[in-house]
């Protein structure tokens, strides 16, 4: 499966965001996916999950700010990441991110290892 995001910009603090993931194949029930970013320095963290089962997993520091979103059509499937209140800590690359999903594993938990390119988000204040 292949990713392609888009959405990202640079907006300033407070403003809006909406990210998208395309994937290449129809994945709703084969793979797990979600978000994560990477800020200059620093290392790659999880920003949210999904899976198919509808409940969403969220890193602290964007709870109540950021929204994910999984939806489907007959073909593919589109990861959403719906930003607010966005502030100068959130100016990352964020990532559309997939990993086969088992019966029984979380996609909550457990290393993602199918990456789009990127999209940069920079927010100032």
């Known amino acids: 499966v292949r990713l392609v995001e888009s959405g990202g910009g640079s907006v300033q603090t407070g403003g809006s965001l909406r990210l998208s993931c395309a994937a290449s194949?129809?994945?709703?029930?084969?793979?797990?996916m979600g978000w994560f970013r990477q800020a200059p320095g620093k290392e790659r963290e999880g920003v949210a999950t999904t899976d198919i089962d509808g409940s969403t997993n969220y890193t602290d520091s964007v709870k109540g700010r950021f929204t994910i979103t999984l939806s489907q059509d007959n073909a593919k499937n589109t990861l959403s990441l719906s930003m607010n209140s966005l502030k100068p800590e959130d100016t990352a690359m964020y990532y559309c991110?997939?990993?086969?999903?088992?019966?029984?594993?979380?996609?909550?938990?457990?290393?993602?290892?199918?990456w789009g390119q990127g999209t940069q988000v920079t927010v100032s204040s």
């Open positions: 194949e129809y994945t709703y029930s084969s793979y797990c």
């Open positions: 991110a997939a990993k086969r999903r088992y019966s029984g594993y979380s996609c909550h938990r457990g290393a993602y290892y199918v």
